[in-house]
């Protein structure tokens, strides 16, 4: 009874679970982008483009408080990012719903809390989610809206982007300091950008962004990437840098004088800012960028007694940072501004209503195209007021008189300008020639059109700057504004000339600059996917410019190294062997053979450390035999000096006595056996020590093994004392002799020129990797030299 309960009970608690599970994955809704924006699977572009922009702005959660419109909000977003996107937009109605997809509709209610209550959920191994909160959804890029608009802004403000992926996890871990860096920067008017290198592979391609997380900067259309720790003020730091250095010049009582005055020469606006901070806040650098090609920037650092004088004849309030915006006159400003926490609204606003000057020159066809705007409707119609005159100083009174004038009539439909004729003759003699007059001239004129046409009327009786040239210019604006039609003439202008084009190279050698610098900071940091293209480049025209130079001077080299060598070899006894100078196959590169000292300094870099697979042949000498020795030893090794494995050492053990005892200590099979019960017999009746003079030493560092020559004598001299490794690797079973009266009379046939004379055949025996290798488990140690007796 009791079994048949708990089966019932069973039974009854796997139809709940089906029913709670099956209503759920039912009440599931399928994410469907047509659905979401309500427009059909034949949409346009431009169609979903509208939608989707009314949809975002009812339920952005800024503005749409209900409880569902964020979610909402993130359907519309990603909607909008499959079906802007024709690939994406391809494969979703090819294959339907895909994971991606799946992701936007949200978790069924039992499933979800199941999900939250299980130990393993997605927050314990640190996955992303895919779904992207608003913050995030609404800086996603594509390559189209890269391409048509962020990238020409790039010219008016510097973008942060990131590089992201779907399941990147390293892309968690700076998440945080990312979005505070958001949160500081984009106020100030940073743009931010996020790509998804999944969805927009062609985007981060174009960037030469290839792994995730990369974070870059973009101004003026360039591209710089971030190398250092993801931290908010290595962040800001970062964005600082990539503006131009000049863009705010520092003004002091020295110089702001020479700072208004050039208001004439550059043709800007000129702005001061006063505050009491040793760096120009980043806000004022970045409303200095977006304003360079218009208004020139300077900053007063109240805190420095190098400013006191020029804060005092502006009577600026040293509280609260001040704005002064200057214009032709520069003894009064033309507009101030004051406030404790200044807004990039409030900043933006006080230089766009100020970025011309009263009366402007036209100086290319950028100006005046923004100064006297094509006619678009009969309400906003602008008319320009422009004088043309010269440079010289009789025409100095008559600008001044017209500037006047200007300042007095400040209605928004009329613009007034001046003209050099010398600088822009085609549009002057375009204006001119009808009425055939010269300047100073006042013409009136409205553009109807981009290409340049215009409708225009030459002021009769010219432009003196009298009391009755205001007079009737004054009437005749009034007239032109009621009866728009009292322009008669008709003409189609040419475009005006640049007349900062002699700066024209000054700009091009700042491009080149940047690119050498950015040059630099990629191959600093090993960007080498990024560097690969301007590299091939570079090799490609080295190779090409100086390859036949090259081979040519390599051929000639050959040619010479065999008749040089005949030269210099010096003939050989009947007792010596062949010299390695004629079976070496790598020539020396040098004349000359670099011995070095091995000391207690050079003694690490030399042995203990040195590069797996360099040997350091070592010649053993002592202060009486090291002039000799070494001439010898490196006219035999000279032919071998080529090698890149190869290095040359001495040792002098009269400094180092006990360094050649430890060493073959280490190394007992070093010595033939009967050689060592000869010493140690020797050790019982004497007290000498054994001489090491003319010893070479083949040290292995990294791999701790040597091989050992030992000298040659003339005369008659025990056998052991010649047995060498070479002799070693090619002896047969006879022993050497025990003889010490031959032994004793080493002092007196001993030639030492002569000891080195089987070398050569030694150092080839050690190139053919043929000598026996002596290891020792561990170098001794060269740190205390023999005091001298």
């Known amino acids: 009874m009791g079994g048949w309960s708990v089966f019932v009970n069973g039974c009854v608690w796997a139809i709940l679970l089906l029913a709670l599970f099956g209503d759920s994955l039912a009440s599931a809704p399928e994410f469907d982008p047509y659905k979401v924006l309500g427009v059909s699977r034949h949409a346009s572009q431009a169609e979903i483009k509208k939608v989707y922009k009314r949809l975002a702005r009812e339920w952005h959660p800024d503005k749409n408080k209900s409880p569902g419109a964020e979610d909402m909000f993130i359907k519309i977003t990603k909607s ?30 039992g499933f979800r809390h199941f999900h939250d209550s299980f130990y393993f959920d997605e927050s314990f191994f640190h996955f992303p989610r ?48 990312w979005k505070d860096t958001v949160l500081e920067l984009e106020p100030l008017g940073i743009g931010i950008g996020v790509v998804d290198i999944g969805y927009e592979r062609q985007l981060a391609n174009h960037l030469g962004a290839h792994r995730t997380p990369s974070i870059l900067g973009l101004i003026n259309g360039k591209v710089t990437f971030f190398h250092y720790s993801v931290a908010r003020e290595h962040l800001r730091q970062f964005v600082e840098s990539l503006l131009p250095q000049k863009l705010v010049e520092k003004v002091t009582d020295n110089s702001y004088l020479e700072f208004l005055n050039s208001w004439r020469e550059e043709n800007k606006p000129r702005v001061i800012m006063f505050d009491v901070a040793s760096n120009i806040p980043l806000l004022y650098k970045l409303t200095a960028f977006a304003y360079k ?109 017209f500037f006047d004038f200007a300042s007095s009539n400040t209605k928004e439909v009329l613009r007034f300008a001046y003209v050099y004729q010398r600088k822009q003759q085609p549009l002057c003699d375009t204006l001119l020639k009808k009425d055939d007059t010269t300047p100073p001239q006042v013409i009136l004129l409205e553009r109807r059109s981009a290409a340049g046409r215009v409708l225009y009327r030459t002021v009769t009786g010219g432009w003196n700057g009298s009391d009755d040239d205001k007079h009737r210019l004054h009437e005749l604006l009034e007239i032109l504004q009621r009866d728009p039609s009292y322009l008669t003439h008709d003409a189609m202008l040419p475009e005006l000339n640049n007349e900062f084009a002699s700066m024209f190279l000054i700009q091009w ?44 001077a390599f051929s000639d080299s050959g040619e010479e190294k065999p008749a040089k060598q005949k030269t210099t070899d010096s003939p050989k006894t009947a007792e ?70 190869l290095h040359y050492s001495f040792l002098n053990v009269d400094k180092h006595s006990q360094w050649m005892d430890s060493l073959m200590e280490s190394a007992p099979d070093a010595r033939p056996s009967d050689c060592l019960d000869e010493e140690e017999e020797e050790e019982d009746t004497t007290s000498s020590k054994s001489d090491y003079t003319g010893h070479v030493l083949a040290l292995n560092g990294h791999k701790k093994y040597f091989c050992l020559f030992r000298p040659v004598f003339t005369g008659e001299e025990a056998e052991c004392s010649r047995w060498s490794d070479e002799d070693a690797s090619t002896a047969g079973p006879s022993k050497p002799s025990r003889s010490r009266s031959s032994s004793r009379q080493k002092a007196t046939t001993l030639e030492i020129h002569h000891k080195l004379d ?29 005091p001298q007796k």
């Open 130 to 177: 895919t779904s992207r909160d608003f913050t995030e959804s609404k800086h996603l890029l594509h390559f189209n809206q890269y391409m048509n608009e962020v990238l020409p802004d790039s010219f008016k403000r510097p973008y942060l982007i990131k590089i992201t992926s779907e399941w990147c996890f390293t892309c968690i871990h700076i998440e945080p300091v």
């Open 293 to 401: 090609d218009y208004v020139r920037f300077g900053y007063v650092d109240m805190g420095l007694t190098e400013t006191s004088k020029v804060v005092q004849s502006f009577n600026i309030n040293t509280y609260a940072p001040t704005m002064l915006l200057f214009k032709e006159n520069t003894e009064k400003p033309a507009d101030v501004i004051q406030a404790r926490g200044m807004k990039k609204q409030i900043i933006d606003e006080f230089v766009s209503n100020n970025r011309f000057l009263l009366v402007p020159r036209l100086v290319n066809q950028k100006l005046f195209d923004e100064l006297c705007p094509v006619k678009q409707f009969h309400r906003r119609r602008k008319y320009c007021v422009l004088l043309v005159t010269g440079e010289g100083e009789q025409f100095v009174s008559v600008n001044e008189a």
């Open 80 to 109: 909008y990012e499959i079906l802007s996107n024709e690939e994406r937009r391809a494969n979703y109605d090819r294959f339907g719903q895909m994971d991606e997809n799946q992701n936007f509709a949200r978790a069924p209610q």
């Open 509 to 552: 050698i700042n491009t080149a600059y940047d690119y050498l610098s950015q040059f630099y900071f990629d191959l600093l940091y090993s960007n080498w996917r990024e560097m690969m293209p301007v590299l091939s480049l570079i090799f490609s025209a080295l190779f090409i410019l100086f390859g036949t130079v090259i081979i040519q």
């Open 576 to 645: 010596s062997s062949p010299g390695p100078e004629s079976t070496s196959s790598r020539p020396p590169k040098k004349n000359f053979v670099e011995v070095t000292e091995l000391t207690d300094i050079t003694y690490m870099s030399n042995l203990v450390r040195l590069k797996p697979g360099h040997i350091n042949v070592v010649l053993i000498l002592t202060d009486a035999s090291k002039q000799v020795l070494l001439r010898k030893f490196a006219k035999e090794v000279y032919s071998f000096s080529g090698s890149q494995t």
């Open 758 to 786: 089987r070398l050569g055949l030694w150092m080839e025996r050690l190139m053919e990797g043929t000598l026996p290798r002596h290891y020792v488990p561990a170098w001794p140690g060269l740190d205390t030299i023999t």
